[in-house]
T-cell receptor, first 113, second 111 residues
């Protein structure tokens, strides 16, 4: 069945770039998303990319999509301590029953000062 | 501003009791979802609805029910609370094909 996988932890130094990776299995994805969850809060949509795009840039965030390898990445430039959070990758596919979204387990980003 | 609110934020209940968690959104979204978040499992879908009077089971629906009598609300009921249902519960809403807007969550403890 469909699956979205992420590494569980990533640790970077403040000011460095962070790259969070995600792989998915369903090649019929329409949209792919990155969400951020801070402690005690719900998930917040950070950015998304259409499946017919290769790259999307939004200020410090760069999303890269490799459809051939079913690989999605989120790069955060100049990582700050406020970026410490859990980052979830998600894909949405369209099927006979409507749209379906599957979330990865989340990558916990630690930013060291 | 439009929002999605969950209540209560924290709840402690006893095993066997019926519990209802509220979710209310003012985005006018057709789609609403309930997830539970547990360490090591990420987000798991409990129930979802694509519109008024529509409800569907997710991957972990046993012991839970929902009803959708209007666009704004999707309450989640635990019929007979069990310790395995201790978790953080998130409600979300979306327009079709768009990303989700999440509530702040309800932390439920079953003792």
């Amino acid at each position: 069945g469909e699956d979205v996988e992420q590494s569980l932890f990533l640790s970077v130094r403040e000011g460095d770039s962070s790259v969070i990776n995600c792989t998915y299995t369903d090649s019929s994805s329409t949209y792919l998303y990155w969400y951020k969850q801070e402690p005690g809060a719900g998930l917040q949509l950070l950015t998304y990319i259409f499946s017919n795009m290769d790259m999307k840039q939004d200020q410090r965030l760069t999303v890269l999509l490799n459809k051939k390898d079913k690989h999605l990445s989120l790069r955060i430039a100049d990582t700050q301590t406020g970026d410490s959070a859990i980052y979830f990758c998600a894909e949405t596919t369209a099927g006979t029953g409507g749209f379906k979204t599957i979330f990865g387990a989340g990558t916990r980003l630690f930013v060291k000062a | 501003d439009a929002e999605i609110t969950q209540s209560p934020r924290h709840k402690i209940t006893e095993t066997g009791r019926q519990v209802t968690l509220a979710c209310h959104q003012t985005w006018n979204h057709n789609n609403m979802f309930w997830y539970r978040q547990d360490l090591g499992h990420g987000l798991r879908l409990i129930h979802y609805s694509y519109g008024v009077h529509d409800t569907n089971k997710g991957e972990v629906s046993d012991g839970y029910s929902v009803s959708r009598s209007n666009t704004e609300d999707l309450p989640l009921t635990l019929e007979s609370a069990a310790s395995s249902q201790t978790s953080v519960y998130f409600c979300a809403s979306s327009a079709t094909g768009d990303g989700y807007t999440f509530g702040s969550g309800t932390r439920l403890t079953v003792v």
